[in-house]
């Protein structure tokens, strides 16, 4: 099994989707402490911010096959990292204190106060995942950093666009 070259893309995906979804249920978890909700919010953020190691990971080594860029790319994919890494640092205190929250479920006042640190971390975490997205897609999208042309050689032409009249 061949791994896709570059990883970051293939990976990033997981940990945007699990601190996604575990700040939605850690936010549920202030208000509903049943079904074992605050153990699933854990385990999505523990789990997401497992990723987010990974993500930070590979996109490190993606950053250093980049070639020469512009200033302004060059700053735009230091925007990137550094809201990847607030990304992995914050949704690794979210987890942590989802953990606790959800070891201490069965204390009311106590375990309410976790779920509410929980909850501001991860949507702390969620900001970052959105920022470090949105200058993401600026460097592919807009600037079409680590894109692989799928041309081959001088002489290859783009197929013309279909047209709409007959």
């Avoid at 497992?50 to 990971?57: M, N, R």
């Avoid at 942590?96 to 070891?103: D, P």
């Avoid at 009311?108 to 959105?130: E, H, P, Q």
């Avoid at 592919?140 to 666009?161: E, I, T, W």
């Amino acid at each position: 099994m061949k791994l896709p070259d570059p990883l970051h893309p293939a990976i990033v995906h997981f940990p945007i989707v699990l601190i996604l979804f575990g700040t939605l249920f850690s936010v549920i978890c202030i208000f509903v402490r049943r079904f074992s909700l605050p153990l699933f919010a854990a385990i999505l953020l523990a789990c997401g911010a497992a990723g987010a190691f990974t993500a930070v990971y590979t996109g490190e080594n993606a950053a250093d096959n980049t070639g020469d860029l512009s200033k302004s790319v060059d700053h735009l994919l230091n925007e990137h990292a550094h809201y990847g890494e607030v990304t992995r640092n914050v949704s690794t205190i979210a987890a942590v204190l989802a953990v606790a929250s959800a070891c201490f479920s069965r204390r009311n006042t106590f375990s309410r106060s976790l779920a509410i640190l929980t909850a501001v971390a991860a949507c702390y975490a969620s900001w970052n995942v959105y920022k470090a997205g949105k200058h993401g897609g600026m460097l592919v999208y807009d600037h079409g950093v680590s894109v692989k042309s799928v041309l081959q050689g001088d002489d290859a032409a783009p197929s013309p666009s279909p047209s709409t009249t007959p």
